[in-house]
């Protein structure tokens, strides 16, 4: 039997807003235990509970970004269960009437094509406190921390329309940078601002059959989704295999050992309309005012890189898929180079760089104005492409500005045609026997007496001129 997998994602995205969702406790999980709390996050008896409206915005710059339709009106209900990390009882959430409806996402999938992935709806909820196992003395402790506890999440909840890990991993990509391009969020799964769970079952090829589906928690990267979406579709494929019914449960990724393992169930009870909170209501005009503030998206924006900036469409999209790389291209643009030299020097070699040293555009030791300086030397024909290359990598080590590196290391280039002159005729004079091999036709003679040409200068004649000195000297000799 030939198998295909039916996949389903479900991504909460902690949302960058400056206070807690319902208080105005700081929303910095991260700082000492305990210490950003208040009656109404720490769920006491009678606080009342006041919806932020900061919240409210980034969630609905959230759905707007993954084209969703914002409801007039969303409400909250109290989803019950029990867990030492939500003493109250139950998490504030949207389940019956949920702030964006039907949205979708373009994305590559498995064949490298893009299609539309829908998305069944986004919500808001609070978070739960975090819990600290730990051992003190030889007693096993743990403790509870509310600074996360009421913080402003939104789930976003996919069709099954995935059918590979591949697919899983362009959709992933392409909601964050959905996100991240709002503000929102910065959707980081290794610092926990994004978590994913998928939802995965096996049918036969072909048959439009749901079957019971399995829960994966617990990847903290891309990566990791991917690798445990695989591992799960062989694991249910062998099970029905070999007969063993396939039951609803929750299992938990294990990134050291590359399994899958069950967890044991949490109690989940009924989810009821919550009394307190107030409905979100958003009228045409909030709508509208929503929809203006939206940011260019990377798609409006690879459509202008094309226009404005001739970028070959692939560049364009590659220049525009991250909001911090697209903003540090436009700003080298802007002092200077062309868009074809900016685009590739950052993409073939400031990008690797950056992953090399652990850096992203927006904190990048080699800022825009260094890698424009950079490029305009290159493109003045003041240093030629190889000593650029020296002086990027020289940037990343030290603070000296490119001006400074190349004025230092000596990189700038020989152009005098009299100094260029006389150090071709020596090298022609030096290699009688490639001067022969050319007469007899061979071509390749001329790289090879360039190379000593560039050697004889350090690298630092620029190759233009002496591909051309050159060849009037061959053809003269
Ligand atoms: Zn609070």
Not at 288 to 311: C, G, I
Request: aromatic content about 6%.
């Amino acid at each position: 039997m030939d198998f295909e997998a039916v996949i389903g994602l479900e991504i909460h995205v902690q949302l960058s807003c400056a206070t807690k969702l319902f208080c105005d406790c700081p929303n910095s999980p991260g700082d000492a235990p305990n210490i950003n709390t208040c009656p109404i996050c720490l769920w006491l008896p009678g606080a009342i509970p006041r919806l932020s409206e900061e919240a409210v915005e980034k969630a609905a710059m959230v759905c707007l970004a993954l084209n969703c339709r914002i409801q007039n009106e969303s409400a909250f209900d109290q989803k019950v269960y029990y867990y030492p990390d939500l003493p109250k009882g139950y998490q504030l959430s949207q389940h019956h009437r949920p702030l964006g409806k039907n949205g979708w996402l373009e994305a590559a999938g498995a064949d490298g094509n893009s299609r539309r992935l829908r998305i069944h709806h986004v919500h808001m909820e609070e978070d739960v406190a975090k819990l600290v196992h730990e051992i003190e003395g030889r007693t096993p402790i743990s403790l509870v921390d509310f600074n996360r506890a009421g913080t402003p999440l939104v789930e976003i909840v996919t069709e099954p329309d995935m059918r590979s890990s591949q697919d899983a991993m362009g959709f992933l990509r392409a909601l964050r940078a959905q996100i991240r391009y709002t503000g929102s969020s910065d959707c980081s799964m290794e610092q926990g601002s994004m978590r994913v769970d998928a939802n995965i079952s096996i049918r036969e090829k072909g048959s439009d059959q749901l079957n019971t589906k399995v829960e994966v928690k617990n990847m903290n990267s891309i990566r990791n989704v991917c690798d445990a979406i695989d591992y799960e579709i062989h694991r249910q494929i062998a099970c029905v295999q070999s007969g063993e019914p396939i039951v609803l449960h929750t299992r938990l990724w294990d990134p050291d050992k590359h399994v899958t393992t069950a967890m044991r169930g949490k109690f989940a009870g009924p989810c009821i309309p919550d009394p307190a909170v107030p409905h979100i209501r958003i009228t045409e005009t909030r709508l509208q005012q929503l929809k203006e503030k939206l940011p260019e998206m990377p798609d409006q924006k690879a459509r202008r890189f094309v226009r404005d900036y001739a970028l070959p469409q692939e560049t364009a999209a590659l220049m525009s898929a991250e909001r911090d790389l697209s903003e540090y291209f436009e700003a080298v643009v802007r002092l200077g180079p062309s868009s074809k030299t900016a685009a590739y020097w950052i993409s073939a070699h400031l990008l690797p760089a950056l992953k090399d040293h652990g850096q992203s555009p927006a904190d990048a030791r080699v800022t825009p104005e260094r890698l424009a300086g950079l490029l305009v030397m290159l493109e003045n024909d003041e240093i030629n492409a190889g000593s650029a290359k020296s002086v990027l990598s020289q940037m990343f080590e030290n603070d000296r500005t490119p001006e400074r590196i190349v004025e230092q290391s000596g990189f700038r280039q020989v152009s005098d045609a009299d100094a260029l002159q006389d150090i071709v005729l020596s090298v022609i004079e030096q290699n009688p026997s490639a001067v022969e091999n050319y007469r007899n036709g061979k071509t390749q003679a001329v790289g090879f007496l360039m190379g000593q040409v560039m050697r004889a200068t350090q690298g630092k004649a620029n190759p233009k001129r002496v591909q051309e000195i050159l060849q009037k000297a061959l053809a003269a000799s």
